[in-house]
């Protein structure tokens, strides 16, 4: 196996899901792990409120076009630092811009400081079916709707950040070993 990443989207955006209630102060912050987040701050972001939808795409993967997705893990670092939050959806999106697979979202609460959430894994698809068509376009991505669940709540992402494990079928590693081979041997026999 072999992994690409972890990496961090070079497009950031939000849109209402199906019930947002807050948007997001700026989305351009989850593009780096540099301390600028994301934010919501809003008074009227109160209990049962969601956030509109944050969303992280255009990774720059460029995963071999005859490999097997084997996992896509997810890392959000993320805190309520105000009130309370937890996650309402984390799901990706196809190279259409549509949302697929398995909904990662936990009913956790988020940390007061910063701490770094994992969805996925190494061995976890999402049941999305992924290919390296799908990671490799610029709309792939992930999508995260945050859930208020205390009055005057204020939340942060400093990043979300995507690694994908894959898999080169055997023959096209034989012949990258083959073609070193040959390689060295002319090199060697000048």
Known sequence: MATAGP??????????????????????PITADDGSEAQITAATYDANDHSYR?????????????ATIDGITVEIDRRAFNGAAEDQEVRLYDANAALVGTDKQTATAWPATTAIATYGGAAD??????????V????????????????????????????ITYTVPAAALAGVAA??????GALTTG
Request: no cysteine; charged share 15%; glycine share 8%.
């Open 7 to 28: 990496r961090y989207p070079g497009t950031t955006g939000s849109e209402i899901g199906p019930s947002g209630d807050n948007d997001w102060i700026s989305t351009s």
């Open 125 to 134: 698809t999402w049941t999305a079916s992924p290919t390296p068509a799908m």
């Open 54 to 66: 944050l969303k992280a795409t255009n990774f720059g993967f460029t995963v071999p076009s005859d």
């Open 136 to 163: 490799n376009d610029p709309d792939f991505g992930v999508a995260l709707i945050v859930l208020a669940t205390a009055n005057n709540t204020d939340i942060g992402v400093d990043f979300i950040r995507v690694t």
């Open 179 to 184: 073609s070193t081979s040959t390689a060295t």
